[in-house]
């Protein structure tokens, strides 16, 4: 039986890399007696498989995992035992069953959608009205918005307008507040941050990393046609059943 997991990750706890995630909800599978399946071989491990790994020090309310388990408990039982071991900054809070034939989250990930806001200590550089023209004229009113993506072994020059999918701001608490909809995949994959930092630089601002705070909302997978209210996607939540 596949079972999709959602949670959320938030204070001290993004600091965690993936890595060391993995290892901590495999003790919590075992520590929460969730029936989870082991792989064959000499070196079994648990059957798990995160949706699209979060960047250190990036809070979320929508984080996914895939397990197969031979039996499973409700929904409600997995989510209460789950929650029981789980560390301050780590909350389970969805709990489905999928299809037989349903393809990993990972390999479904279409987009995701981010909110970005300056730290309480660091003063906002510019007003939101001045943003809303930032944006305005930085991305929406060109036709084609290129940069370039730096790794370890390559440049790659991408086309913002492409791949961004909603890019506003919006005044919380006197601050500016920034939302964003990227391309996310193993194909085209958009970081909030360059987008931010490309932003930041059309306005003449210097991009700060340790000023911004990057908070994930929900990662979705595309849809095969229009939904009723136009959209193409639909969060990994609703791809599942309640159990």
């Known amino acids: 039986m596949k079972i999709r997991i959602k949670f959320r ?20 599978m075992r520590r929460a007696d969730i029936d989870i399946c082991y792989s064959e071989g000499f070196s079994p491990h648990q059957i798990m498989s995160f949706a699209a790994p979060l960047g250190v020090g990036v809070t979320s309310d929508g984080e996914y995992l895939d397990i197969e388990v031979r039996t499973s408990k409700t929904g409600r039982e997995a989510i209460r035992d789950l929650n029981a ?8 809070s969805g709990y489905w069953k999928l299809p037989d034939n349903a393809k990993a989250a990972m390999s479904v990930v279409a987009a995701a959608d981010y909110d970005l806001f300056f730290k309480e200590e660091y003063p906002a550089p510019a007003s939101v009205g001045q943003f809303e023209e930032g944006i305005e004229s930085f991305f929406v009113r060109p036709s084609e918005v290129l940069v370039t993506k730096t790794t370890k072994k390559s440049e ?34 958009v970081k909030p941050e360059l987008v931010f930092e490309a932003l930041l630089a059309s306005m003449g601002l210097a991009f700060e990393p340790d000023a911004v705070q990057i908070h994930r909302r929900d990662v979705y997978s595309a849809r095969p046609s229009l939904d009723d209210d136009g959209s193409y996607f639909c969060s990994l939540g609703e791809m599942g059943e309640t159990v």
């Open 9 to 28: 990750k938030y204070g001290a706890m993004k600091f965690i890399g993936h890595l060391d995630m993995m290892r901590y909800f495999q003790k919590a």
């Open 156 to 189: 790659k020059t991408m086309d913002l307008k492409k791949l961004v999918y909603d890019f506003r701001v919006r005044e919380e608490g006197g601050r500016p507040v920034f939302y964003l909809m990227l391309s996310t995949g193993s194909v085209d994959n």
């Open 85 to 92: 071991v789980m560390a301050d900054g780590v909350e389970i």
